[in-house]
T-cell receptor, first 113, second 114 residues
Framework: GENVEQHPSTLSVQEGDSAVIKCTYSDSASNYFPWYKQELGKRPQLIIDIRSNVGEKKDQRIAVTLNKTAKHFSLHITETQPEDSAVYFCAAILMDSNYQLIWGAGTKLIIKP | EAQVTQNPRYLITVTGKKLTVTCSQNMNHEYMSWYRQDPGLGLRQIYYSMNVEVTDKGDVPEGYKVSRKEKRNFPLILESPSPNQTSLYFC?????????????FGSGTRLTVV
């Protein structure tokens, strides 16, 4: 079955620096890759997503890149701020199967002041 | 306000006592899903529903039941809860499967089975 591996499990960066979280997927048929942010005690919320026909997508300080050949995609956060502290989840969806969204295990991002 | 409403937010129960966690959405979404979240394991799908009267198992369906008799409601039923079902549960909905708009999650239900 499809698997999504997410690294690192914890990431600590200085405020103002950039943060990068990487995910790899196992099924080359995957073609939709969302990223969710979950603040402490709150629900996950979609922050950005990318489809397999696009290599990069940006939304202000966040961006996602996709390398289909290597089967990995990454979340990039620039100029990190304290409110970026959260757990981030990547996911991949297999469009031609039973439509399950396969989740990574999550990355706890800590922004140090 | 468009939202997914779960109840209760917190629940402590005893082993074997049947319980239901309700989930309701007011967005006319076709697709609904239940997840459990455990430390280090991320989000694991329990059941999902593509539309009314259409449900299917996710990754970890054992010990759970669902029903989708009407579009807005998707209750999660634990017929005989056990301590290994202690977890944080999220209901989520989407206008239809792969609409490109992402999931809307409920606020979560923290369940403790003693």
């Amino acid at each position: 079955g499809e698997n999504v591996e997410q690294h690192p499990s914890t990431l600590s960066v200085q405020e103002g620096d950039s943060a990068v979280i990487k995910c790899t997927y196992s099924d080359s048929a995957s073609n939709y890759f969302p990223w969710y942010k979950q603040e402490l005690g709150k629900r996950p919320q979609l922050i950005i997503d990318i489809r397999s026909n696009v290599g990069e997508k940006k939304d202000q300080r966040i961006a996602v890149t996709l390398n289909k050949t290597a089967k990995h995609f990454s979340l990039h956060i620039t100029e990190t701020q304290p409110e970026d502290s959260a757990v981030y989840f990547c996911a991949a969806i297999l469009m031609d199967s039973n439509y399950q969204l396969i989740w990574g295990a999550g990355t706890k991002l800590i922004i140090k002041p | 306000e468009a939202q997914v409403t779960q109840n209760p937010r917190y629940l402590i129960t005893v082993t074997g006592k049947k319980l239901t966690v309700t989930c309701s959405q007011n967005m006319n979404h076709e697709y609904m899903s239940w997840y459990r979240q455990d430390p280090g394991l991320g989000l694991r799908q329990i059941y999902y529903s593509m539309n009314v009267e259409v449900t299917d198992k996710g990754d970890v369906p054992e010990g759970y039941k669902v029903s989708r008799k009407e579009k807005r409601n998707f209750p999660l039923i634990l017929e005989s809860p056990s301590p290994n079902q202690t977890s944080l549960y999220f209901c989520a909905s989407q206008i239809r499967f792969f609409s490109g708009e992402g999931y809307t999650f409920g606020s979560g239900t923290r369940l403790t089975v003693v």
